[in-house]
């Protein structure tokens, strides 16, 4: 009773998400998180054993576990120093040894480098060969409105929705070779059949509340000041303690990540700064993204409502 009651405003979501992404409301599968979105995805796509999928070298570790779950071999796309796509080594690639299709982490988990993802998409529809962006850290955070076949992402980050909610957006001509496990009837668009029957309606309805609040606060302008809470941060903890920021000062996102000095538990640290500061950051161990980590750091990730005090007191417990 509760989905049927909610059915116009889970189809006004479908199609505000979809407008968030480029695509149509037809577009738009509800599920239940970023790894369900490309479980269910990889699931419907079918491809033969042994297709390559090119990927970046520090790509989130779950996602490869998928990947090679579903039988696909990942290949590396070429990246500069800092783990960025290397626009025209991609484009070389393409040319040369396409992959089944391009899987891009839009902005990876691990550290606030944003990916080439605009020029990437370009390079993937020349190139004939489909692009799936992986949104769960981009989404509300940077623009995701590229042109890409596939994006996937998820409720409880940036766009600050509930936990048990993510989204499946496929472009039609993609979507058509998508084989769920139990097909919808004729007139519902394909990738309805991709939801699943015992929905999170709950966390839907807050998941578009989150987005209506996204909307009206302006994408441009909250893009415009998690950049803006980005540089600052960099700026202001960047050699703190002897801790070293990783990303370019002017990178476009709120992330930052933050090295150690030599001989200091990241886990302890990120511990005490809770307990004792109430400060909260993540511990990212290597296994996070095994190809390209050497070692553990910590993730400041403030979002539009943290303040200079905020972070002049994260440098002092620093």
Known sequence: MAEVAAEDLLQQGRSVIGGLVG??????AFVESAKA???????????????????????????????RFH?????PLPVDGLGRADVDGVERLLASDPPAFVHLTHVP???????????????????GVPLVIDAAQSL??????LGADVVYGTSRKWLAGPRGVGMLC?????ADRLVPLLPEPEDVP???AFESGEAHVAGRVGL???VGDHLAAGPDRVRERLASIGRATRELLDGVGGWRVVEPVDEPTATTTLVPPDGVDVVSVRSHLLVEHGIVLSAIGTARAPGEMTGAVLRVSPHVDVTLDDLEALAAAL
């Open 71 to 75: 039988g696909l071999e990942p290949v």
């Open 23 to 28: 695509m149509a409301a037809a577009d738009v």
């Open 208 to 210: 578009i509340v989150a």
């Open 190 to 192: 394909p990738m309805r």
């Open 170 to 174: 496929v472009r039609r001509p993609l």
């Open 37 to 67: 979105a490309l479980t269910a995805l990889l699931s419907g796509w079918r491809l033969p054993a042994g297709s390559r999928v090119a990927c970046l070298p520090g790509e989130y570790a779950p996602n490869l576990a998928l990947l």
């Open 140 to 145: 509300g955070h940077v623009d995701v409105d």
């Open 109 to 127: 988990s691990h550290r606030g480098v944003l990916q080439p993802a605009a020029e990437i998409t370009a390079l993937c529809r020349a190139a």
